[in-house]
């Protein structure tokens, strides 16, 4: 069980840089404790199961599966025997059917490591001395939805604590005035909250979220943020209110949902002081803005339909969630999910695929810089990946399948062994075949960069304990700087 | 959130994927190095290369019932039993395949001697096998679903004996009560009145009792007085507003297409009258299946009912459609929205894994799949696309048209029927055999109704879908009360009664109930009732230690566990109590009925109506008093919904305009009565809000805290709205106990 953690003892260990936030909720604390209302907090931090580099992970999620096969898995071999006839690769459910079709894009040896990567990806090439690509990811099923709830819960036919609410269990957060768990425009669908849900774990865990995938998140809001009345007066009326949640817990006894409750009101308190701050992205500097690929003219959307501005490979939406993402972990979030998509790139392959690149590449050079310069990129895991890749034949002329059997993600920052490439996939792409990363070992290795040792990193739910990674999982060391 | 029941999970016989990592199954020989090279080196790519074609999970069809992509599947063996015995070559019927002339495996090519003298060292070896996890799985097979629980004849099980005779009031309280008994547990003490009345009343109309129908309730103190009040919330106009919507979130209502092309579905509104209408009237349930999968085809007596029945098949025209622009699939895509709703509202499963390979887990072919698709393929819907205009994409459009010359959403039979061709792996452009129109063998029938081959075939799967003899037509149904009575159901898995889903917790108990159900006309009322003056039902909500420590999930009904009131009750009983409530039924649709389809209108809950009323379209925000409180998502089939707290449901509760301006109206109403005083005035909110007195402590602390505020704002209005705000967010009004 979670250890009784006061809350002033959390503030404590609160990031600094939060001054007249962390001010006001230790006001509040006091208040409550007048009260008699301070209530242990499932989101006080813990220190890790062991020494770790990471301490916060930003993971883009890439909705739709992105082709390694044009992005960061360079397969020379596809190249030279495109055209040529193939059919399945061994593992369930594969679509490897046809023509093998050579990538329209040209990989570019990239940094002093020489990691090859698209042509599509010109900025983030420049930081590939960063980056670990993982050429050998794979998940059971070639299908998005059973996929991204793998790749976000570790299992799709239950519903299971999504990664992000692991690590919250397991780390807690530093900035109490902020969601532990941010996730910033995530696709409605596939899953929906599930992949950003606590499931069994306490409520406190599951993310906050802005927005959904195809929003435009400089218009993205967080609804009922602006306080009613006074903070003085909203603060003595959550303190009634939790006055009478306590009365019901000591007339009913112990139930989690009203705990629950009691939490949320708390965290809601406090988020809507801290939150708006630090989401707002105006206080950055232009040459901030621009080195995200931020632009004022585009920040409003195209003006129409509050749709983002990123038709034609804009860099505007993207941009700003990666900016947010940096200003949450600067803040002491402790883990930021931000999404993009739509990968799903069975036909237009080679314009649907600089379309997307082009959306990202700008802003996660811009973020990966940043990160650098502020000194947050040694502590915080950046992990790129969607939930599946595609095929090495054509679907058509000119797009490709799913493929869960073999694909790509790659991880830089909090540990990573940058400018290398981890695993293989078989000549052309098609499948792991060397060094294996599994969905299950992508979670155990990002825990193991945090701390946390998956196989200890339990639950007890219904007389069983859970963790994130079943009975599976590797850590991979051979990634670890 | 949904609890999953673990030792359910177990017996599915899905160890590999649930067995906790202490117990998890353990090899039978030790791995080391070289037998670990040895399986990976010599067996692993044979299997990969010549058995995972037909033996995997992954398989377009699985051989045999045998799956060898795990190293559980390979233990479990296949329909003709297990086919390694570990350290007995000669008993192991997989190298006796790799020999058998007649029977050979693989079938195309028998392989090489050396590797099959390979396999005979393995097995001789212990069958070492490095392999977990992985997605094996075994599928029931069509023996084995002639015992699954749920597929297995309804049976009429005697009430049991139990030993605490007194306690029991009906047989359904014999049922829980024995299941108790045998776990050691005894049920805690009943519910006192008010809490009883406060429960009924959200349960069956989903509003708070009024202080004055509470009072009345709780000074009634004849033997029947909750017979008697149970009577008339289910007569009260209420009660179908509350349960037609568990019908509309089943039938994935929505007054939008959603998807690529978002028209709206000005029409919708007439479905959802018509499932409020025949819940109030307690129309059969049988009858309701029927007409809204073929009302139609069914005989009408006059043309009101004729068009009664017709917006009854409004059920199966509110599908999603996708995009039919670059989509062989399009017409397969509809067909499998109809079959999806279908199978999973009436027959707690869904067909629709068929759809492209045979069911992975449930004895349900591909070729089933495409008999019942066929009936679907026979019938056209009538979309009746908003502004008259037939969206790009939206397929055929059409319209009934009724007696009164108004028009309804619906189906209707295709001018000409057919049968459907298989989909090979569900592409619409590789057609395999044509399937005569029917059923899935799943429920065990006897001989399948007979389409009518000059009509869709939708008259006789309604029949089918309804006939007593269907092992899950009743048991789903009831087994819906149940939930919707005790929060979730004795099957917790209340859309998937196959395979994968949950066992149920008390069989004899939901074969029980569904044979009560069905003798009673399919009286959902009358279902209703019995299960609400058990003593079962009655229970309080209060814990006890030795109960929880032996069934901390009250899996075994020791307690009436509290329950969050859903988005609807949550935000009808504030509107019930601030005085802001309209009961009426708006006449026709608060959604708007004309916007771009790329960019539906976002809808508010500013509105006197029920919720059940508000605006739902696709693909557009909800309004957001049902959005943050886990409403059904009108995309998906939703058989039980989601629960959460998470703070955007506390800022909804600080700041919104809506609870702001219900908090003031609340606040208005009471000062509108000028006999009460500050403490009565307490006493008064507590009594509507919560159903109870007020304490003294809690009127001493409410009538301080509203005098500060008062003070503060120099307006009384503004201190009594702030406690009422204070009470609105309050654990107590959101639970019913």
Same mark, same amino acid.
């Given at each position: 069980m979670m250890p009784v953690v006061s809350r002033r003892a959390a503030l404590k260990g609160a990031s600094c840089g939060f001054g007249y936030l962390a001010l006001s909720a230790m006001a509040a604390e006091a208040a409550a404790k007048e009260l008699k209302l301070a209530a242990p907090n499932p989101l006080a931090v813990k220190p890790p199961m062991f020494p770790a580099k990471a301490k916060r992970v930003i993971f883009m999620s890439m909705r739709g599966g992105p082709s390694h096969l044009d992005t960061f898995d360079y397969k020379p071999a596809l190249e030279k025997d495109a055209g040529k006839s193939v059919s399945g690769n061994?593992?369930?459910?594969?679509?490897?059917?046809g023509n093998l079709l050579a990538s329209p894009f040209k990989f570019v040896k990239s940094g002093e490591s020489g990691l090859p990567i698209s042509d599509v990806f010109p900025h983030l090439a420049k930081h590939a001395d960063d980056l670990c690509l993982i050429n050998s990811v794979c998940t059971d099923v070639p299908n998005h939805p059973q996929s991204f709830l793998m790749m976000h819960t570790?299992?799709? $036919?239950f519903t299971r604590p999504s990664l992000g609410a692991w690590v919250l269990y397991g780390l807690g957060t530093e900035?109490?005035?902020?969601?532990g768990f941010v996730t910033i425009?995530?696709?409605?669908?596939?899953g929906g909250a599930q992949n950003y849900g606590n499931a069994f774990l306490?409520?406190?865990?599951?993310a906050t979220r802005?927005?959904?995938?195809?929003?435009n998140v400089a218009a993205a809001k967080i609804g009922?943020?602006?306080?009613?009345?006074?903070s003085d007066a909203q603060r003595r009326q959550i303190d009634l209110i939790q006055a009478m949640n306590r009365d019901l817990l000591d007339r009913g006894g112990k139930d989690q949902a009203v705990e629950g409750l009691i939490d949320s009101y708390e965290l809601g308190f406090r988020m809507q002081k801290a939150l708006p701050d630090v989401l707002d992205?105006?206080?950055?500097t232009a040459k901030t803005l621009e080195m995200y690929g931020i632009s004022g003219k585009a920040a409003g959307g195209n003006?129409?339909?509050?749709?983002?501005?990123?038709?034609?490979?804009?860099t505007d939406n993207f941009g700003r969630q990666c900016l947010m993402a940096r200003r949450l972990v600067e803040a002491g979030v402790r883990f930021v999910e931000i999404a993009h998509g739509?990968?799903?790139?069975?036909?237009?392959l080679k314009n649907r695929v600089a379309q997307l690149s082009g959306q990202i590449d700008l802003p996660i050079a811009g973020l990966l810089q940043d990160l650098k310069q502020r000194g947050l990129l040694k502590d915080t895991l950046v992990v790129w990946g969607g939930e599946f890749g595609r095929t090495p034949?054509?679907?058509?002329?000119?797009g490709r399948n799913h493929n869960s059997a073999g694909f790509s993600m790659w991880m830089a920052g909090g540990g990573v062994k940058g400018g290398t490439r981890y695993g293989e996939t078989d000549e052309h792409g098609g499948k792991a075949v060397k060094d294996k990363m599994h969905h299950h070992d992508i979670h155990a290795t990002m825990l193991h960069l945090l701390g946390l040792d998956h196989q200890k990193l339990t639950f007890r739910y219904g007389g069983r304990d859970y963790s994130l990674t079943d009975i599976h999982g590797r850590v991979a060391k051979d990634m670890m700087a | 959130m949904r609890r999953l029941s673990r030792p359910a999970l177990l017996l599915a016989g899905l160890v590999a994927l649930c067995a906790p990592r202490a117990a998890?199954?353990?090899?039978?020989v030790k791995l080391d190095a070289k037998s670990v090279e040895f399986f990976e080196s010599k067996i692993r790519p044979v299997l990969v290369n010549?058995?995972?074609?037909?033996?995997?999970?992954?398989?377009a069809k699985v051989k045999g019932?045998?799956?060898?992509?795990t190293r559980e599947g390979l233990l479990a063996g296949g329909d003709s039993g297990p086919v390694v015995v570990p350290g007995k070559p000669a008993q192991s019927l997989i190298v006796k395949l790799l020999k058998d002339?007649?029977?050979?495996?693989?079938?195309k090519q028998k392989l090489a001697d050396n590797v099959i003298a390979d396999f005979e060292k393995w097995v001789a070896m212990g069958a070492p096998d490095p392999r977990t996890g992985g997605a094996g799985y075994k599928r029931l097979s069509a023996e084995e679903a002639k015992s699954f629980w749920s597929l297995v004849p309804v049976s009429n099980p005697a009430a049991p004996k139990v030993k605490?005779?007194?306690?029991?009031?009906t047989d359904i309280d014999r049922f829980v009560l024995a299941a108790m008994e045998a776990k050691g547990l005894k049920p805690v003490a009943d519910a006192d009145r008010a809490t009883l009345v406060r429960r009924l009343y959200f349960d069956l109309i989903g509003l708070p009792p009024t202080p004055e129908q509470l009072a009345d309730a709780v000074a009634d103190?004849?033997?029947?007085a909750v017979e008697r009040l149970v009577d008339k919330l289910l007569a009260s106009p209420q009660f179908g507003e509350r349960w037609g919507r568990y019908w509309l979130d089943l039938a994935r209502y929505a007054e939008s297409n959603g998807n690529?092309?978002?028209?709206?579905?000005?029409?919708a509104w007439k479905y959802r009258d018509y499932v409020i209408r025949s819940i109030n009237a307690d129309k059969p349930y049988d009858q309701f299946v029927k007409e809204q999968v073929a009302g139609d085809l069914l005989p009408a007596k006059d043309g009101k009912h004729r068009d009664e029945l017709l917006i009854a098949t409004g059920f199966l025209a509110l599908t999603s459609k996708p995009r039919?622009?670059?989509?062989?699939?399009y017409r397969l895509d509809l067909i499998a929205d109809q079959v999806d709703v279908t199978s999973r509202a009436f027959?707690?499963?869904?067909?629709?894994?068929? $759809?492209?390979?045979?069911?992975k887990f449930d004895p349900i072919s591909q070729k089933e799949y495409y008999a019942v698709a066929g009936i679907f393929d026979s019938t056209t819907m009538?979309?009746?696309?908003?502004?008259g205009k037939g969206a790009k994409g939206a397929g055929p459009g059409g319209i009934h048209t009724l007696s009164d010359g108004e028009q309804a959403m619906g189906v209707k039979d295709a001018a000409k029927t057919t049968d459907t061709a298989i989909a090979i792996?569900?592409?619409?452009?590789k057609r395999g055999e044509v399937v005569p129109r029917g059923f899935v063998?799943?429920?065990?029938?006897?001989d399948a109704p007979k389409v009518? $081959?000059?009509?869709?075939?939708r008259l006789e799967l309604a029949a089918w879908l309804t006939?007593?003899?269907?092992?899950l037509a009743a048991r789903v149904a009831a087994n819906r009360v149940w939930q919707h009575l005790f929060?979730?159901?004795?099957?917790?898995?209340p859309d998937n009664f196959g395979f994968l889903g949950e066992r149920v917790t008390h069989p004899e108990l939901l074969d029980h109930l569904a044979t009560q159900f069905v003798a009673d006309g399919w009286s959902v009322k009358k279902l209703i009732k019995s299960v609400v003056l058990t003593r079962s039902y009655q229970l309080s909500a209060q814990l006890d230690s030795a109960n929880e420590k032996a069934d901390p999930d009250n899996v075994f009904l020791w307690r009436k566990a509290p329950r969050r009131l859903d988005a609807e009750a949550f935000r009808d009983a504030i509107l019930a109590t601030s005085g802001d409530l309209r009961t009426e039924s708006p006449?026709?649709?608060?959604?708007?009925?004309?916007?771009n389809p790329r960019n539906p209108p976002k809808t508010t809950?500013?509105?006197?109506?029920?919720?059940?009323?508000l605006p739902i379209l696709r693909g557009a925000p909800l309004p957001e008093s049902l959005a943050l409180f886990d409403?059904?998502?009108?995309?998906l089939v939703v058989a039980a919904r989601e629960e959460t707290t998470v703070p955007a449901q506390a800022l909804f509760l600080l700041n919104s305009q809506f609870i702001l301006g219900q908090s003031k109206a609340a606040a208005r109403r009471l000062l509108?009565?000028?006999?009460?005083?500050d403490a009565a005035g307490v006493e008064r909110l507590y009594q509507l809000l919560l159903a109870r007195g007020a304490t003294s402590e809690e009127v001493a602390r409410a009538t301080a805290y509203v005098a500060l505020v008062a003070k503060e704002t120099k307006s009384t209005e503004a201190a009594w709205a702030s406690l009422a705000q204070a009470m609105y967010s309050s654990a107590e009004f959101r639970y019913v106990r």
């Open positions: 061994g593992t369930p459910g594969d679509r490897i059917r570790g299992e799709f $036919r900035n109490q005035n902020l969601p425009t995530p696709p409605a669908d596939l306490a409520a406190a865990y599951q802005i927005g959904e995938l195809g929003d009922n943020l602006t306080p009613a009345t006074t992205l105006s206080k950055e003006g129409k339909n509050n749709k983002p501005a990123q038709a034609a490979g804009g739509n990968w799903d790139t069975h036909g237009g034949t054509g679907q058509g002329a000119d | 998890a199954a353990e090899p039978e010549q058995c995972y074609e037909c033996h995997s999970a992954k398989s019932g045998l799956l060898l992509d002339p007649k029977n050979q495996m693989p079938p605490d005779a007194n306690w029991a009031r103190t004849k033997p029947d690529a092309d978002n028209n709206p579905f000005p029409l039919a622009q670059n989509n062989p699939d027959l707690g499963m869904s067909l629709l894994c068929a $759809r492209c390979h045979d069911h009538l979309f009746g696309g908003g502004g792996r569900g592409d619409s452009t063998g799943i429920a065990t029938l006897g009518n $081959r000059a009509q869709s075939g006939d007593p003899k269907n092992p929060g979730v159901g004795l099957c917790k898995s006449k026709g649709s608060l959604a708007p009925t004309n916007f809950s500013e509105s006197g109506y029920r919720s059940v009323y409403a059904a998502n009108p995309n509108a009565d000028a006999k009460l005083d």
